[in-house]
């Protein structure tokens, strides 16, 4: 089940990405370079336009409640401990002794 959803939701991230580009800009975007240009000749340019921006809007929907999904029911957990993992850091660190600095040798005066 586990791998399913993450295929899925590979799938759907594809498919968004190209949604995302096929619709037009202030340049043509990716649809003028594509030949994407010609499907708003299909449905006409305003009829194109809202399919691709409510396509957009039900894959992105369907790509943040798919991720959290998997997030919150697939993913195992780490523990059950209530300490944070900062908590849990400074309880597994251990103290070495610290050695005293080295002293430089004492140099003899001059005469």
């Given at each position: 089940?586990?791998?399913f959803?993450?295929?899925l ?13 096929m619709?037009?800009?202030?340049g ?14 299909v ?16 894959l992105?929907?369907?790509f ?12 195992p957990?780490?523990g ?32």
């Amino acid at each position: 089940m586990f791998t399913f959803l993450i295929v899925l939701e590979v799938v759907i991230c594809i498919v968004l990405m190209l949604v995302i580009l096929m619709q037009s800009s202030k340049g043509g975007g990716l649809a003028g370079t594509f030949g994407g240009g010609s499907v708003g000749v299909v449905f006409g340019v305003r009829r194109t336009a809202d399919f691709l921006i409510r396509a957009t809007q039900i894959l992105a929907t369907a790509f943040l409640v798919l991720a959290l999904v998997i997030n919150i029911f697939f993913l195992p957990r780490a523990g059950t401990s209530s300490e944070s993992v900062l908590q849990q850091g400074t309880q597994q660190r251990s103290t070495t002794p610290q050695l005293p600095p080295a002293q430089a040798p004492q140099q003899a005066p001059l005469p």
